[in-house]
């Protein structure tokens, strides 16, 4: 038996290197545009110093979130209680910043679920189209029948309440979006001639579209994804706000304004410091969203 590699000639390997050196100044030229998109700007540093907070919590939260000083039930902010207290004497500044990883947390792993399994579905039904296609968008036209919100709050009714069920439920709600964006991608691209000669030579369906489909669908993705985080920190928080979602003594923000909404003549800043952070938060994903829409879109593009 021969033990003789195969040698790789010079014609062989200039492809792959004029093919890496091309990604590597797509992705320079995308860093490039990104940074100097102003909204990318505002809420990326916006975003970086709430991650930055979010992850020191436990070094600068000067109170335990969960501590309560029954004495100071409902102070105002003070230089002891930057932004006050809640009706329980909870610090509400230690409360926000804890808060922010469970609201961060549960976007980013509803985003997940709902991409993976939304990206799969619309990969499957865009590349194989006939019977497979219409089964699959068959199913994501009747969860399209409700609203997102409804179709979570339903999802969540069937799962129980809490803080892990509420981010299972957010995501089944957002699959079908992903669903949809990367079935209309996937049309376009298994046309292309790449991908037709990848079945020509005799390429598999499932090292087709993990290799030649799935990477030409990711800007889209990429914007949808995190746009929705943003959607889902404000529906885990609604969640929560109708006592479905986090439970007490937790610090989560949509929690927290429930809490506070029957202070709101005496004690004002129980709901509307929580209220102002998510707020901030959804902003500055939003404007990140934006400009990836604006930097990968080549209609965009001057």
């Not at 050196?21 to 110093?49: C, M």
Request: zero cysteines.
């Amino acid at each position: 038996m021969s033990n003789a590699q195969p040698t790789i000639t010079p014609t062989e390997t200039a492809p792959a290197l004029m093919q890496a050196a091309q990604r590597s100044s797509h992705r320079f030229d995308f860093l490039r545009r990104l940074g100097k998109h102003p909204s990318a700007v505002a809420g990326g540093s916006v975003l970086i110093v709430i991650l930055l907070l979010t992850f020191a919590a436990p070094l600068i939260a000067p109170y335990d979130p969960i501590e309560t000083f029954s004495r100071e039930s409902r102070a105002g902010p003070s230089l002891d209680h930057w932004l006050g207290t809640d009706q329980l004497g909870r610090d509400v500044w230690s409360r926000i910043l804890w808060g922010a990883r469970i609201s961060l947390m549960l976007g980013l792993i509803a985003v997940a679920i709902g991409g993976v399994i939304g990206t799969a579905l619309g990969l499957l039904a865009g590349y194989f189209r006939g019977y497979v296609e219409i089964a699959i968008m068959q199913f994501i036209d009747i969860l399209l029948a409700f609203p997102g919100f409804l179709l979570a709050l339903a999802a969540v009714a069937v799962l129980g309440t809490g803080i892990n069920n509420v981010m299972i439920a957010v995501g089944i709600a957002l699959v079908p979006g992903f669903a949809r964006v990367v079935r209309g991608s996937t049309l376009t691209i298994r046309e292309m001639t790449y991908v037709e000669s990848a079945r020509v030579v005799g390429v598999g369906h499932v090292r087709t579209m993990t290799r030649y489909v799935l990477p030409n669908v990711l800007a889209p993705i990429m914007v949808l994804a995190t746009v929705d985080i943003a959607g889902a920190i404000l529906t885990g928080a609604a969640l929560s706000f109708l006592g479905m979602g986090a439970q007490p003594p937790t610090a989560e923000w949509g929690l927290m304004v429930n809490e506070g909404r029957r202070f709101l003549r005496d004690a004002w800043w129980i709901t509307t410091f929580p209220g102002i952070a998510m707020m901030i938060s959804v902003i500055a994903i939003n404007l990140v969203g934006d400009a990836l829409r604006d930097v990968l879109d080549p209609r965009m593009r001057s």
